[in-house]
């Protein structure tokens, strides 16, 4: 842990106190204080602009307005080999690809600064950082590596950390990236009736899917010895009727191994799931390990859902009457669950040690930032978001937010 001194990138820098209290005394706290608050590190570029209007702990990052004056400046491109060929907007050359990553969000009373990768490479040397979740935080793990490539000095090795989908590590640092797969964050599994019967099959249930409340997925279960910095999100596959479809094939959600009894609805097994992962994630984390936990991206298909020839063609973010429009919960339109994921989550993490990065509001205006008919797929994908796009600035966030919190 000696490198975690590293962390702090602000000129206005303080002290990196909360991985270390874990670690160290009082009394060794109050020498590390003198000693690092009158030492800065070589590696910080002191000319980079830095813009707080505010102090940042009161700024409200959700609250704002994109603009393009002046623009966000993408570090990477469509030669990123790492981009999904569905969301490479620019090679499918869709109309506005390369205009839409040009928008910058800009809070009402503070700056989003767009993080400097180079400096995030040699700040954040001997880390390791997993992303755990579905396709969207496969999306802005895609944004941060393609951004670091593009930075990075030296090779990159691919690898699979601890069960990862997919994984780097930038050599010259010790910087590792990984991506974990999860849909629900617990383990699910295909279920159908036995001969032998039992509670679910007297209650009539012949085919469905098995949903283990507290067991977390082999794919990421192990993956919390190993980062430093975890970044979680789930959502999409809870209001999925397509594949968890309520009649033919229901969620049903087991505990302890058994099933529970009367069987719940979806959102209350999100809520026993959250709460089920949350606690193993508290319990089992790196002692000092920084834990995000990504709010709901908003879809943006209009004129039906996305297998009913629903679309998403405009060329511009929304306005903000748009945006009320589209996604309050009281006019259950399309992509209604953006919002209602996102209060179970704000119940579930309230009170625990996570992050919130919440990157929904912001991205709710963005209906121009999706691939569309450029995904390739026989509908449009009104859901992932083109790259370079939108999940870069959600790494300005959560880098903005990690710095912070290193320096409260
Ligand atoms: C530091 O940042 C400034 C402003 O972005 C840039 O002009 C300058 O070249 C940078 N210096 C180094 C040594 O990277
Ligand atoms: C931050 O701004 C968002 C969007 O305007 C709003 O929904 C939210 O309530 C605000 N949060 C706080 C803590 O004021
Ligand atoms: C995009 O446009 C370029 C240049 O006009 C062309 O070579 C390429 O085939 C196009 N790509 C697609 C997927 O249509
Ligand atoms: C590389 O970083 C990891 C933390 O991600 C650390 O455990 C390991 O010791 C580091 N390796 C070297 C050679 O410093
Ligand atoms: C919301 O809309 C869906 C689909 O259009 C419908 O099935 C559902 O009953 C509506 N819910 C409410 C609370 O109105």
Redesign the pocket.
Known sequence: MATREAYSQSPKKKVPLFPLLSLLCFTSIFLLLSQFTTTSSPSINHSLPTFHKHPRASCNFSHGTWITHPPRIPTYDHTCKEIFKGWNCLSANKSNARHLPTWRWQPRHCDLPQFHPLDFLRTHTHTAIGFVGDSLNRNMFVSLFCALKSASEGQVKKWRPAGADRGFTFLAYNLTIAYHRTNLLARYGSWSASDKGGALETLGFREGFRVDVDVPDSTWAKALSFHDILIFNTGHWWWAPSKFDPVKSPMLFFKNGQPVIPPLRSGQGLDMVLEHMIKYVEKNARPGAVKFFRTQSPRHFEGGDWDQGGSCQRDRPLSIEQVEELFSVKN???N?ETRLVNKHLYKALEGSGFIILDVTHMSEFRADAHPSSAGGKKHDDCMHWCLPGITDTWNDLFIELLNSNYQE
Do not use: I, K, S
């Open positions: 259950n339109g399309t209604v």
